[in-house]
Antibody, heavy 116, light 107 residues
Framework: EVKLVESGGGLVQPGRSLKLSCAAS????????MGWVRQAPGKGLEWIGE????????NYTPSLKDKFTISRDNAQNTLYLQMNRLVSDDTAIYYC?????????WGQGVMVTVSS | DIQLTQSPSTLPASLGERVTISCRTS??????LNWYQQKPDGTVKRLIY???TLQSGVPSRFSGSGSGTDYSLSISSLESEDFAVYYC?????????FGAGTKLELK
């Protein structure tokens, strides 16, 4: 069974950084692209970006390219999202997902709240 | 970026009814479109990929069609568990983009 579990969320002050993790199990992690999606409270889904199997290709939505960094550790079956210079508009649920014909399996999401 | 326009934004419907949700893209995406269902608890599930291929385990009452810039998701006979929010996603070009969502609600 494919399982994706996000962690690392919580309350963070504006201007600070936060790193999310996504633990994958139930499939060969190093065979798949992986990615992140977020959803602000009461809003729709926003595609953040994707990373390929060996981290040689990473694509971001342009508005987040200079603030967010996607990485992975295939030995640990873990996907990461490093988020810098956080502002209130970054308050959202963050989902990790496996990318097969775009996103097929999703995690349950983790809440990030940016507030002083 | 490719823009996706979903309609309607809200769809009141009754049990057993057939409904259709539309997703129009700002440029041709050559069938590179998926449909997702999001339940109130936040759980997201893929229903359809590559325009019309049913995800394994998804009931056959769900179907997708379309081409070029016009795509749609149909549910043939609504059941209680189908009331949720539905999103389309294009993956023809980066950045991938979602539609704004359609909330299917009980009439």
């Amino acid at each position: 069974e494919v399982k994706l579990v996000e962690s690392g969320g919580g309350l963070v002050q504006p201007g600070r950084s936060l790193k999310l993790s996504c633990a994958a199990s139930g499939f060969s992690f190093n065979h798949y692209w992986m990615g992140w999606v977020r959803q602000a409270p009461g809003k729709g889904l926003e595609w953040i970006g994707e990373i390929n199997q060996d981290s040689s290709a990473i694509n971001y939505t342009p508005s987040l390219k200079d603030k967010f960094t996607i990485s992975r550790d295939n030995a640990q079956n873990t996907l990461y999202l490093q988020m810098n210079r956080l502002v209130s508009d970054d308050t959202a649920i963050y989902y990790c997902a496996r990318a097969e014909w775009a996103f097929d399996y999703w995690g349950q999401g983790v809440m990030v709240t940016v507030s002083s | 970026d490719i823009q996706l326009t979903q309609s309607p934004s809200t769809l009141p419907a009754s049990l057993g009814e057939r409904v259709t949700i539309s997703c129009r893209t700002s440029q041709s995406i050559s069938y590179s479109l998926n449909w997702y269902q999001q339940k109130p608890d936040g759980t997201v599930k893929r229903l359809i990929y590559s325009t019309s291929t049913l995800q394994s385990g998804v009931p056959s009452r769900f179907s997708g069609s379309g081409s070029g810039t016009d795509y749609s998701l149909s549910i043939s006979s609504l059941e209680s568990e189908d009331f949720a929010v539905y999103y389309c996603l294009q993956y023809a070009t980066y950045p991938h983009t979602f539609g704004a969502g359609t909330k299917l609600e009980l009439k």
